[in-house]
């Protein structure tokens, strides 16, 4: 009777002693409560967990018993192991996804947050990781959201929008005496179109300008060796006498990621992105979904609240759900394990409102939803996420607008991304095909427009823009924004400098009819003309089901152009010439052949420029083909010919560069692009017989 009354008032005193360090009202109690180290963890200790299980917000409280400390191979944490059965187990079926980071306490003391499950085993036993091993992700050295170009005071900046809006509302309605006061930011904050471009910045008044943490930012301090293995010096003896679990048993790391706004295939899509992470995709409403977002500026959190983690909101949101272990001032450490395990990152902290707890045989969800952005998480390792409150990542707005011509709609769609170069082309790929699916409401046959434009300082003058055109049997949309993708991958990847990106839209035309035309002839309207000289080729083209019709098509013959037979290949912009396919094959085929220094010396604008002036599948090309197969004499005529040029080429550059000239530029192949309504889905020949220039 004695043990047990013993056991009973010290669970009261430990609950006292949390739930005071837990006050949310004193500021005073907002620093880190006394932690009780790995060290003096034994068997038998008896401890309180803290989390939130409903929609009401309240942070409850379950026993746990400490049964010992727990290695295993695939980490390099130590895990305490503990066990809670009673309403934990009666109410909310063990530790579920949702409640990593729940802190734990053995007589008011910290001693880690809850974070895992041991594979297939009953989930009223679960891991906590050790407290001293969160902590040093405070000091971790935090390289992003520092480079940027201008700082802009969102709050001061919403701010005076909404006076303006408000003054202009009471003006316009004067007489009915109309009000309004702002409430958050929307995703178009960014700088105006006619304004010089800047960095679209969530961060404070009192956060440091680029240029003063110019070199924190370039060098890196290596971390203290505390940060590296916490507690070493004690390790050898603490483990003699810890209570040891078989290694042999995975971990069960309580990870989801909750999705809003996504279809299904864009679901599968991020799914596979995120399987290797061992990651769950969880469709729900999500931050933002009404397309109105908010930021709390003065937010405050207490250990066992829930908090996001969130790499974007608006219609489109991605947001890991998880639990407050605990707070110093406006410091924060969550989860208890790694989110992406990303190290030094870039993303939202939201608050979160639980929804519900959904139970199932052998494991549940906490279901929950971010509401509104309250700081930035900076660190992602595998001991937790920590990151500070009213600090905020940098935003890169996302736009998709799709007008679906078939249904005589159009919707707009809005998201903003935390700037994360690992994560902007997925994000802004998979938005935008999602978006064209949300407003199709179909996945078969289709054919869609897209144009996009992506304001960066990758490019001299600052905007990179792109349209075409796409057809497919089925989903169109898993092909319309490859090219959005490849470009966000260039200017993400680039290996000389971090480029800013200051928002991207894109815009799509889509219609179920299949707009497609075939190539029939094309005559020029001359055989025989001269180098330099512009003849229009009659170019017959046949759309699919629909009559045909007649182009003409300019086309200039350069003027070094030798006398004789030019043979041309007209074609779609999309399309691959046969004996390009076969110089590709030959290629692969042959040792791979050393990187140019002109290729080494490629810059992203150039290979940007290059991706943006390629033509387009709905183009109409006319450019030199290979034509009929040569005879031996035509061969050593044109190959006598090509050494003639070549030879004139290294002459006029050396005597430009005697004379201190710029030499001439790289003359690219004649080519004439001309654009069309219809996706060409085939080529043809035609030729041209080039007389001698007159003089």
């Known amino acids: 009777m004695y043990r047990f009354m013993k056991r009973i008032a010290k669970r009261i005193l430990a609950a006292m002693t949390a739930a005071a360090a837990l006050s949310f009202g004193n500021p005073a109690l907002a620093a880190m409560p006394d932690i009780l180290p790995l060290s003096e963890v034994a068997e038998g200790m008896e401890g309180t967990l803290y989390t939130v299980v409903d929609s009401t917000g309240d942070i409850v409280s379950f026993d746990a018993e400490i049964l ?16 809670s059965e ?8 063990g530790l579920l996804q949702g409640m990593s980071g729940s802190p734990v306490y053995v007589d008011g003391r910290l001693i880690g947050a809850a974070s895992a499950t041991l594979s297939n085993m009953n989930p009223h036993t679960f891991l906590i990781t050790p407290i001293e091993y969160m902590l040093p992700l405070w000091d971790m050295p935090d390289a992003k959201n520092q480079q940027r170009h201008a700082v802009i005071d969102i709050k001061k900046a919403a701010e005076e929008r909404a006076q303006r809006a408000a003054q202009k509302e009471k003006e ?35 956060r440091p300008k680029a240029e003063e943490g110019k070199d924190a930012a370039e060098k890196e301090p290596e971390p203290p060796a505390a940060q590296e293995d916490p507690a070493a010096t004690d390790r050898n003896a603490q483990e003699s006498s810890e209570k040891q679990t078989s290694p042999s048993l995975g971990l069960d790391l309580k ?11 864009a679901q599968a899509l991020l799914q596979k992105k995120l399987d290797p992470m061992g990651l769950r995709v969880v469709a729900t409403a999500g931050l933002g979904g009404s397309g109105s977002y908010s930021t709390a500026y003065d937010a405050q959190l207490e250990p066992g609240a829930a908090v996001g983690a969130a790499l974007a909101y608006g219609d ?50 906490k279901l929950g939803i971010g509401t509104q952005v309250i700081g ?13 409150l009213g600090v905020f990542p940098m935003v890169v707005p996302l736009r998709v607008t799709v007008t679906d011509k078939t249904l005589q709609r159009e919707r707009l769609y809005a998201s903003s991304i935390a700037y994360d170069e690992d994560f902007l082309p997925t994000f802004t790929a998979v938005a935008s095909y999602s978006a064209l699916g949300h407003t199709m409401d179909h996945k078969s046959q289709g054919t869609v427009k897209v144009h996009f434009a992506v304001r960066t300082n990758a490019v ?21 924004f490859g090219e959005l993708a490849q470009a966000m991958n260039l200017i993400c990847a680039d290996t000389e400098r971090e480029a800013d990106v200051y928002d991207v839209k894109v815009q799509v035309e889509a219609e179920t009819a299949r707009r497609t035309a075939s190539l029939l002839t094309a005559v020029p309207e001359k055989v025989e003309v001269k180098p330099g000289e512009t003849v229009k080729f009659k170019i017959t ?18 003027d070094s152009q030798p006398e004789g037979t030019m043979h041309l290949e007209v074609h779609g912009g999309g399309l691959a010439l046969v004996e390009q396919l076969l110089a590709a094959l030959q290629t692969a085929n042959d040792a791979p052949p050393a990187v140019s220094d002109e290729d080494r010396a490629m810059t992203t604008e150039n290979r940007l420029r290059d991706l943006v002036e390629t033509p387009a599948n709905n183009d109409i090309v006319i450019e030199p083909g290979g034509g009929p197969v040569p005879t031996e004499e035509e061969q050593e005529k044109a190959i006598r010919e090509a050494i003639r040029r070549q030879e004139e080429k290294e002459a006029a550059a050396s005597e430009a560069g005697a004379l201190g000239k710029p030499s001439d530029k790289e003359v690219k192949p004649p080519r004439t692009v001309f654009p069309t309504d219809y996706v060409i889905d085939n080529h043809i020949s035609a030729a041209l017989e080039i007389s001698k220039k007159a003089k």
Request: proline letters at 3%; charged letters at 25%; zero cysteines.
């Open 460 to 480: 001299t003058d600052g905007r990179i823009e792109r349209t075409n055109m796409y057809y497919a049997a089925n989903d169109v949309g898993q092909i319309a």
């Open 68 to 83: 010992g400390v727990y290695r295993t191979d695939g980490s390099s944490l130590p895990y305490i192991i503990a066990r």
């Open 172 to 206: 316009e309605a004067k007489e009915a005496g109309k009000t309004g006061e702002a409430v958050g930011f929307g995703v178009g904050s960014g700088p105006a179109e006619d304004k010089p471009a800047e960095k679209i910045d969530l961060l404070d008044a009192a």
């Open 86 to 93: 009673g309403a934990f187990a009666d109410t909310d079926g």
């Open 541 to 558: 083209l046949k759309p699919y089901r629909a009559d045909k019709f007649i182009l003409d098509v300019p086309f200039t013959v350069p």
């Open 316 to 365: 489109f949101a991605i947001t890991a759900i998880g639990t407050v272990t605990a707070v110093d001032d406006k410091r924060i450490l969550a989860f208890g394990h790694e989110f992406l395990h990303r190290g030094n990152v870039n993303y939202f902290m939201t608050d979160a409102q639980i929804l519900a707890m959904v139970n199932g045989v052998s494991d549940g969800q």
């Open 255 to 265: 990870s989801a990621v909750f999705v809003s706004g996504f279809d299904k295939e």
């Open 376 to 388: 930035r998480f900076s660190q992602d390792r595998e001991a937790g996420i920590a990151g500070t």
